[in-house]
């Protein structure tokens, strides 16, 4: 019999923190889900924490935030874009901000 890890190709590499982003995922969602953007930006905080200095593993990061995102309204998505870059976009790369701009502004 398989254990979940081996059923799923292996398990995470030692000090790998993508189990804790993905436990921080549903939470963001949920929040977002519920237009608490002020709960969902501190959850953001915890996930941008995880594994040292913001940059570090930035790209996953966003992507998890990004995610979140998905099933939130507009009005929520554009709230808690600004809200997160406000608090954190001084800690995020140029790239990791562009991400996050509004699609509309991007075309």
């Known amino acids: 019999m398989f254990t979940s890890a081996e059923a799923m190709g292996g ?3 030692e000090g790998d923190p ?6 921080l995922l549903r939470p963001i969602e949920k929040a977002l889900r519920s ?20 940059t570090d593993l930035e ?3 966003v992507h998890v935030l990004l995610r979140a995102m998905e099933g939130a309204s507009d009005s929520v998505k554009t709230e808690f874009r600004t809200k997160l870059l406000e608090r954190f976009g001084g800690r995020l790369t140029e790239q990791g901000r562009s991400r996050f701009s509004d699609p509309l502004e991007r075309l």
């Open 18 to 23: 993508g189990h804790q982003f993905q436990m």
């Open 35 to 54: 237009e608490n953007v002020e709960a969902a930006v501190r959850f953001a905080g915890h996930l941008l924490d995880v594994g040292g200095d913001a």
């Open 11 to 13: 398990a995470m590499p």
């Open 59 to 61: 790209a996953r990061k």
